[in-house]
């Protein structure tokens, strides 16, 4: 929690919403088990809005 993370891509990137967050970077804030048994990374924007991610659509920042 409170890594640094650049959103690198989307698995679906036909979601509106989403699409301007593709590179952005954003804080890990919090894990999520989506309905598919996947763990997801809750990740907070500078707007204070949260959204979770899968990990292979994130690149850590060091």
């Known amino acids: 929690?409170?890594?640094?993370?650049?959103?690198n891509k989307l698995?679906?990137?036909n979601?509106?919403?989403l699409?301007?967050?593709i590179g952005k970077i954003g804080i890990v804030r919090g894990l999520r088990?989506?309905?598919s048994n996947?763990?997801?990374l809750i990740v907070e924007f500078d707007s204070?809005?949260?959204?979770?991610?899968f990990e292979?659509?994130?690149k850590i920042i060091k």
């Open 1 to 7: 929690m409170g890594q640094k993370v650049y959103i």
């Open 11 to 13: 698995r679906n990137p």
């Open 15 to 17: 979601t509106l919403d």
């Open 19 to 21: 699409t301007d967050k």
């Open 33 to 35: 088990l989506t309905e």
């Open 38 to 40: 996947n763990i997801a």
């Open 48 to 53: 204070q809005v949260r959204i979770w991610f």
């Open 56 to 58: 292979d659509e994130l």
